[in-house]
């Protein structure tokens, strides 16, 4: 156990019986505690491994390479259809959490092991994402903001191309994209 992380245990308001079991699990498995994010985080030789995280509805633990493992239970959830590589193991109360334990820590055992294998989830290429029409309008118009986009990393491209491709009505996404001009010609990303 990390001192430094204790306070995430201590002071929640929410699954607090919930997550030190989810703990006592997780350090039973030999990983190291450390705090990122704001969340107790889990590695293995300096690599994530796996995150204990709360929401309004659940508790999760979060595998960082959820994508690459076996999920032999069918317990791993896909956040959301953005998030390529991790998934998480949600929870909604202690007794399931007991239940599951010896499940819990094979899959734990297991993402320790494809972390020390090396091995790496395939993402998808910024090219894959989709670029909304208002947006490849605007690019079209604006060599300066077409090259700045174009230089900004891999990862600042799609959270921009998300977010504008999130919104529903074209209003919407034509607002966001003037919104974040500013931020692109500055050679920023959307949450820096």
Not at 137 to 147: R, S
Request: hydrophobic fraction near 40%; proline fraction near 3%; include cysteine.
């Amino acid at each position: 156990m990390n001192p430094k992380v204790d306070f995430y245990f201590t002071q929640a308001k929410n699954w607090q019986e919930e997550i030190e079991l989810l703990r006592d699990i997780v350090l039973d498995c030999n990983l190291d505690e450390v705090l990122k994010w704001g969340c107790p985080c889990y590695t293995a030789e300096g690599s994530n491994v796996v995150l204990i995280h709360t929401f309004k509805e659940y508790c999760a633990l979060l595998f960082f390479k959820g994508a690459l493992m076996k999920d032999p239970k069918d317990i791993l959830i896909q956040q959301s259809a953005n998030v390529q590589a991790a998934r998480q193991m949600r929870f909604t109360n202690a007794k399931e959490i007991t239940k599951l334990k010896t499940s819990i820590k094979a899959y734990i055992k297991e993402a320790i092991a494809i972390e020390k294998a090396g091995l790496k989830v395939e993402l998808k290429k910024t090219s894959e994402f989709e670029m909304v029409e208002e947006f490849k309008q605007v690019l079209k118009e604006d060599a300066e903001l077409k090259k700045a986009f174009k230089a900004l990393t891999p990862g600042r491209q799609r959270a921009y191309l998300l977010h504008f491709s999130s919104a529903k009505q074209s209003k919407t996404r034509e607002a966001r994209i003037e919104k974040c001009i500013p931020d692109i010609l500055a050679g920023k990303g959307l949450n820096d």
